[in-house]
């Protein structure tokens, strides 16, 4: 498993894991997230016009974790697609992703 830092303090999407590449997909073990600056909505989804995977309400005293294993991961993005947060106006997100990359 693998870990990254995240830092997204652009309004909109914000890409935290690239494409892995053709055939390959991310899965994702466990996160967790806090709003840095102001508080509001963040949605997790693969790249720009995929699958939405969590709509997250966080605030700037608190966050969300989850943690999954293996076996049951918080989600799967789709095939050759990048892991995006989408942050609403103002509102920057930080935090860390597990993840694993894996045959589609």
Do not use: W
Not at 83 to 95: E, H, K, R, S, Y
């Amino acid at each position: 498993m693998a870990s990254v830092a995240v830092n997204a303090t652009a309004d909109g999407d914000n890409t935290l894991i690239a494409a892995p590449g053709a055939g390959l997909c991310i899965v994702v073990f466990g996160f967790v997230l806090t709003g840095a600056t102001t508080a509001g909505q963040a949605i997790l989804k693969s790249s720009a016009g995929g699958t939405t995977h969590a709509r997250l309400s966080l605030g700037t005293s608190d966050g969300v974790d989850i943690d999954a294993d293996e076996r049951a991961p918080a989600f799967v993005c789709d095939a050759n697609a990048a892991l995006v947060v989408n942050c609403a106006t103002g509102q920057d997100v930080l935090g860390m992703i597990v993840y694993g990359i894996r045959n589609a």
